[in-house]
């Protein structure tokens, strides 16, 4: 539904018309595909502390330190919509969190400076601090839980920060991070929860509507809030007919809930791939500006992001984190309504821990029908083995593994069990080698593992 806006907010309206956006998009909660819809609130516009300008001169400040990373149309993701890619995975340190650290580092005074800053992250802002402390000439000291990918910790330490682990995830990290700065006089960087920060993440907004003008709908990755808060309100200021939905990792959706509830929630724990956004609790600003801007949040589970970072891999030839998969894999599975609409899935970063990379692709395989393990009740008489092999390889099916299992109580006597791992095309494929098999006789379970 379109309606005319109250005259509290005539500015704005005015904005719209001349960007030919219109009236806005208010909308209600709803519930499908586990997503919360929830109001575009512009009655409160005229006082938020955010405005345009800094986000401009931020953009400004970070000319030359960052790079405008160029939409990469991927059409295979998802079929039914246009969906193009905001490689940030590509961005200098892999990910956009360079942006807002740069930024805020940049708008320090001398004496905040002369302190050293520190700052707390699960990899990708101790990058971007360290990088924009060394390029300003600050000290910096960066705490990350002692979980956080080496290959991270390992970049952190080569821009220049002095590192300190700590037992835990993001949040126990951040909390370290204070008592530090109250013990020594640092001057803290936070990861999310910062006006120049958001400002610097938005700046990715204000690129978006630059490149695609006809953009429809943007999907965000959401760990504190700071990338989906800045890019948000950039575009919902700017052109408030394009719907802006936020993403979270099923095993860590703080905002989520926070959002749902209606008041901010602290989760006892969190489990994720996605390292890059596994945060307990979101900020209080991003928390405010994510309600206000956002057109609903939705949640990707392990194996959905898993195939998303797979996809990325096979058909973009890039590389991303958990992460920074979670707006691909919204939109691979349909979790946000983008059928028919030019969409934009951010990728917010690319630094994946290798060690895990492996295990992250086999998931990704079977969430995607690509592997698959049959398990067949079989006669236990020469042949049976050479029917079902001559089965499956007319169907294009190879066999990557075997199990033969005679010592099965549950079965007959003269049965056995033949456990086969297949690589296929697909879940379509994998049904059709399950039918081929039942129809010629032989007792077939598939399971997906």
């Keep these: 539904m379109r309606v005319k806006l109250p005259s509290l907010t005539s500015g704005l309206e005015e904005t719209s018309a001349k960007r030919g956006g219109g009236g806005l998009n208010l909308s209600v909660f709803r519930f499908p595909f586990s997503v919360f819809r929830f109001p575009f609130s512009v009655f409160r516009f005229p006082f938020e502390s955010m405005n345009l300008d800094e986000l401009y001169k931020a953009r400004y400040v970070l000319n030359g330190i960052i790079r405008r990373t160029d939409l990469v149309q991927a059409p295979r993701l998802n079929p039914d919509a246009d969906i193009y890619l905001k490689p940030e995975n590509l961005q200098v340190t892999g990910s956009f969190k360079v942006r807002g650290a740069c930024y805020k580092i940049s708008q320090l005074s001398a004496e905040e400076k002369a302190r050293g800053v520190i700052a707390c992250s699960a990899g990708n802002h101790a990058q971007g601090v360290a990088l924009g402390a060394t390029h300003a000439g600050v000290k910096s000291l960066i705490c990350l839980p002692e979980g956080a990918p080496i290959s991270k910790v390992e970049a952190t330490r080569r821009y220049g920060a002095e590192i300190c682990l700590v037992p835990g995830v993001y949040d126990d990290a951040y909390q370290h991070a204070l008592k530090l700065r109250d013990e020594h006089g640092y001057t803290f960087v936070h ?9 610097g993440q938005g700046t990715i907004g204000l690129e978006l509507l630059e490149q695609l003008p006809d953009v429809q709908s943007v999907i965000v990755p959401i760990g504190g809030g700071g990338l989906a808060s800045g890019v948000a309100y950039a575009i919902k200021r700017l052109n408030p007919s394009v719907e802006v939905w936020g993403v979270q990792a099923a095993g860590a959706p703080s905002m989520y809930h ?20 596994a945060v307990k609790q979101p900020g209080e600003l991003t928390y405010d500006l994510c309600h206000k801007h956002l057109d609903g949040i939705v949640t990707v589970t392990e194996d959905e992001i898993c195939a998303a970072i797979l996809a990325i891999i096979e058909q973009q030839k890039m590389v991303v984190e958990g992460a920074g998969a979670v707006s691909v894999a919204a939109a691979m599975f349909n979790k946000v309504p983008i059928a028919g609409k030019k969409t934009i899935c951010i990728l917010s970063g690319g630094n994946v821990d290798v060690t895990i990379l492996n295990r992250v692709i086999h998931r990704g395989l079977v969430k995607s029908g690509r592997i698959c393990k049959l398990t067949i009740t079989l006669e236990d008489k020469p042949g049976q083995l050479v029917g079902v092999s001559q089965i499956i390889s007319s169907m294009g099916g190879n066999v990557v593994k075997v199990n033969h299992e005679r010592s099965d109580d549950s079965n007959r006597v003269t049965d056995c069990i033949l456990q086969l791992q297949v690589e296929t095309r697909n879940h379509e494929h994998v049904e059709a080698i399950r039918t081929a098999l039942q129809e010629a006789g032989f007792s077939t379970q598939c399971q997906v593992y």
């Design 191 to 199: 990861p999310f929860d910062d006006e120049k920060v958001i400002a």
């Design 258 to 277: 926070s959002v749902a509830d209606g008041h901010i929630m602290r989760l006892p724990n969190v489990s994720t791939v996605a390292d890059g956004i």
